[in-house]
């Protein structure tokens, strides 16, 4: 009878602990979908951030770089003029 009794406990268990690893999986997979589709969010904002704001910020400041260099190189052959 005890065998019995046990049985049908650990049966009743094992359902249990079944029946609610089942919920946590469903509830983790939705939070996990969820993480996923924000991951992909963040990665489409950052390459159109890279795309569209930090190229155009970069080719201007290159472009001011070169403009420097050039006024830089002017001087020099306009101080070398006035001292000839």
């Known amino acids: 009878m005890i065998i019995v009794i046990a049985g049908i406990v650990v049966i009743a268990t094992a359902i249990f602990f079944s029946v609610v690893l089942y919920s946590i999986n469903r509830h983790l997979s939705a939070i996990l979908k969820a993480a996923r589709r924000s991951a992909l969010r963040i990665d489409g ?23 420097a260099v050039g006024i830089n190189g002017l001087k020099k052959v306009f101080k070398r003029g006035a001292r000839k």
């Open 45 to 67: 904002v950052t390459a159109l951030v890279g795309e569209e704001i930090a190229r155009p910020i970069a080719q201007a400041a290159a472009v001011a770089g070169g403009v």
